[in-house]
C-alpha cells in the first residue's frame, strides 16, 4: 500500500512538473530574454556590462508618457464598457426574442479574428467608409469624404470600440456558460413577488453571482486590452501609439541596439498590467460596497427598467458594427469602382479574388499551424486527464503554469522569448511556433474538455471494464463518441485562436513563417482595401470551413450519441 501511494505521488509530482516545463519555462524564458536587455546586458551586441541607459533611454523617448497613458486608458476603458454591455445584454435581453439572434452570432464573431475585425471597423468608419457613404449626402451634407478621421482618432476611442466589439461576444459566451449553472428564473420570480425590478434582480442577486465564475476570463480580457498590439497598429493614434507599439517599433528598428530600451519598454508592459489589475481590483471593492449599500437600503429599481431596452440596444452596437464591418470588407474585395458618397459600388469584379492563388501558400501555412497546436493541445490535456487524479489537474501551481499566458502581456514575454529561441537556433522554426501556438490555445481546450471528462459516468466505464475491454479500447469506443462534441470544440476554438495570434507568428517565426494574418494586418496598414479586404475574407474563411468540416463530421460519425453527451442517458 506504501508503495501504491509512493508512485501515485510521485506521478502527480511529475505530471506538475512536465506541466511547469511545458508552460513555465517559455514565459520564464521569455521574461529572462528582455530582463537582461533591460538592464543593458546583450552580449550578442557586445553590450557586457549592466547599466541604466537602457531604461533612461526609453524613458527619455518623446511621447512615452502619453503612450503609456493611452494604454492604461484604453484598456480600462475598453474592459469595463465590455463588462458593463455583457451585463446590459444579459439583464435587458436575455428572455426577449432577439436574444436568440444575438446568441446566433456570438461564435461566429468570437471566431474571427481580431485584426479582421480591425479590417472591417476600418472599412466602416473611415472617412470614405460604408458607413460615411450610407449616411452622405442625405443626413451628413458631404459630397466628399470630410478631412477628419474616426479612424484611428487622437483619443484612442476607435481602439476602443474594435475592442469592445471583440471583447463583448467572448463576454457572452462564457457568461452564458455561468448562467447555465444558476437558477435564473427562480430568482426572478422570487425577486419579483419582493417587489424588486428587473435591473435591481439582475445587479443585486444574479450578476455578481455571473462574475465570481467569470473572473478569470475578465482578468484575460483586461491584459488583453492593455497590451494589444494588431488591433492598436490599425485603430489606435500613432503620435503617440500605445505602449505595445512603441516597444513593437523598438524591436523591429533596424538598429539593433533599439531592442534594449525595447526590453526596458516591454518590462514596463508588465508592471502596467499589473497597474491594470489593481485599478480593477480597487473598482471591484466600490462595486461590492455599492452594492451591499443598494441591499441594505431595499432599493427596488423599478423607476430605471423603463431605460433598459434604450440601454440595451446601444449595448447591441458594437456587435452590429463588427458584423457591418465585415460586410464592408467583403465589399471592398468584390469592388470594381466606389465612388464617394455611393452607398453601394458602382461596379463588381472579381480581379483581387482571381490572385487568391497567391495567398494558398499562407492559408496552407495558417491551417498546418492552426491545426497542429489545436491538436497538440488537446492531446496534452487529455493525456494529463487521463494520467492524472482530479486533485492534481486542480493543482495551483499546473493551472497557473497553464493560464499564465492570458495574465502576462503577449509583447513582454514573447520578444524575449524570440531572443532566446534566436541564441539556441529554434526561431523561425515549425517546432517553436506551433509551442507557442499551443501554449494560448491549451487554456482554451483545457476549459472545455476538462469539465467533459469529469461528467462521463464511470459506471459505463466500470462495466466496459468487466466485459474486458483495455484502456485504450475503452477511450476509442465509449470516451471519444460520448465526448465527441467537447473535443470538436476544442479543436474549432484552437483553431480560431490559432488565427488570431499576430504577435507569436511575427515573433517566433522571425519573418520565415508567415500567416494570412500577419499579411492582413500589413496590407490594411498600408492602405490597400481591396487586398485587405480579400485577406480578412480569407482569415473568417479558415474557422468557418472548420466549423462546417468538424459539425458534419461529429453528426455523421457520433450524431447517434447526442442524448449522451453529457455523459448520462438522457
Not at 211 to 224: E, S, T
Not at 244 to 264: E, M, N, Q
Not at 338 to 355: A, G, K, V
Request: proline content about 6%.
Amino acid at each position: 500500500m506504501l508503495a501504491f501511494a509512493t508512485s501515485t505521488k510521485m506521478r502527480q509530482t511529475s505530471i506538475v512538473l512536465t506541466g511547469l516545463i511545458v508552460f513555465l519555462l517559455p514565459v520564464l524564458l521569455g521574461i529572462s530574454g528582455v530582463l537582461l536587455p533591460a538592464a543593458g546586458y546583450f552580449p550578442a551586441l557586445g553590450f557586457t556590462q549592466f547599466s541604466l541607459h537602457p531604461a533612461l533611454s526609453f524613458v527619455m523617448a518623446p511621447g512615452v508618457g502619453a503612450a503609456i497613458w493611452l494604454a492604461l486608458k484604453t484598456g480600462l476603458i475598453a474592459s469595463v464598457l465590455s463588462l458593463l454591455c455583457c451585463f446590459i445584454i444579459l439583464t435587458g435581453l436575455m428572455h426577449d426574442r432577439i436574444f436568440s439572434l444575438v446568441r446566433r452570432t456570438l461564435a461566429a464573431l468570437v471566431a474571427v479574428p481580431h485584426s479582421a475585425i480591425a479590417i472591417g471597423l476600418v472599412f466602416l468608419l473611415a472617412p470614405s467608409g460604408w458607413l460615411m457613404r450610407i449616411l452622405s449626402p442625405v443626413i451628413t451634407g458631404f459630397n466628399s469624404p470630410p478631412d477628419w478621421s474616426l479612424v484611428p482618432d487622437p483619443y484612442g476611442w476607435a481602439l476602443i470600440f474594435g475592442l469592445m466589439a471583440k471583447e463583448i461576444p467572448f463576454l457572452l459566451l462564457v457568461s452564458l456558460a455561468a448562467i447555465s449553472t444558476l437558477p435564473v428564473r427562480q430568482f426572478e420570480q422570487i425577486a419579483n413577488s419582493l417587489g424588486y425590478g428587473r435591473v435591481a434582480t439582475w445587479t443585486m442577486l444574479i450578476l455578481p453571482l455571473i462574475y465570481l465564475q467569470i473572473r478569470l476570463p475578465v482578468f484575460a480580457v483586461l491584459v488583453f486590452s492593455l497590451s494589444v498590439v494588431d488591433m492598436a497598429l490599425l485603430l489606435a493614434p500613432t503620435l503617440p501609439p500605445p505602449l505595445a507599439i512603441l516597444v513593437l517599433h523598438g524591436f523591429l528598428d533596424a538598429d539593433l541596439a533599439a531592442r534594449l530600451p525595447a526590453s526596458f519598454g516591454a518590462i514596463l508592459q508588465i508592471a502596467l498590467a499589473g497597474i491594470g489589475i489593481g485599478i480593477w481590483y480597487v473598482g471591484e471593492a466600490l462595486c461590492r460596497h455599492f452594492i451591499h449599500d443598494w441591499r441594505r437600503g431595499g432599493w427596488r429599481g423599478g423607476s430605471i427598467d423603463r431605460y433598459l431596452p434604450v440601454f440595451s440596444i446601444m449595448a447591441v452596437i458594437p456587435l452590429a458594427a463588427a458584423c457591418a464591418g465585415l460586410v464592408a470588407a467583403f465589399l471592398w474585395s468584390v469592388t470594381g469602382s466606389w465612388f464617394f458618397p455611393s452607398p453601394l459600388p458602382q461596379t463588381f469584379h472579381l480581379i483581387h479574388w482571381q490572385d487568391v492563388a497567391s495567398y494558398m501558400p499562407l492559408l496552407k501555412t495558417s491551417l498546418l499551424l492552426a491545426g497542429g497546436a489545436s491538436f497538440a493541445a488537446l492531446f496534452v490535456v487529455l493525456a494529463w486527464s487521463y494520467a492524472a487524479p482530479d486533485s492534481t489537474l486542480n493543482n495551483r501551481w499546473l493551472l497557473g503554469c497553464i493560464f499564465m499566458p492570458f495574465f502576462i502581456p503577449q509583447i513582454s514575454f514573447l520578444l524575449g522569448m524570440q531572443i532566446s529561441l534566436s541564441r539556441v537556433g529554434l526561431d523561425g522554426t515549425w517546432l517553436a511556433l506551433i509551442w507557442v501556438h499551443m501554449i494560448f490555445i491549451l487554456p482554451y481546450t483545457w476549459l472545455i474538455v476538462i469539465p467533459a471528462r469529469r461528467a462521463l459516468d464511470r459506471r459505463l466505464d466500470h462495466l466496459a471494464a468487466t466485459l474486458g475491454a483495455s484502456g485504450w479500447k475503452r477511450f476509442i469506443t465509449l470516451h471519444v463518441p460520448l465526448m465527441a462534441y467537447p473535443l470538436g470544440t476544442a479543436i474549432f476554438i484552437g483553431i480560431a485562436v490559432s488565427m488570431a495570434l499576430y504577435l507569436p507568428t511575427v515573433f517566433v517565426g522571425a519573418g520565415r513563417i508567415n500567416t494570412i494574418t500577419v499579411e492582413a494586418v500589413s496590407l490594411a496598414s498600408g492602405g490597400s482595401r481591396g487586398p485587405a479586404g480579400l485577406a480578412a475574407m480569407l482569415q473568417i474563411a479558415i474557422p468557418v470551413v472548420s466549423f462546417a468540416i468538424i459539425h458534419w463530421g461529429l453528426q455523421c460519425r457520433f450524431g447517434r450519441f447526442s442524448g449522451m453527451q453529457s455523459g448520462r442517458l438522457q
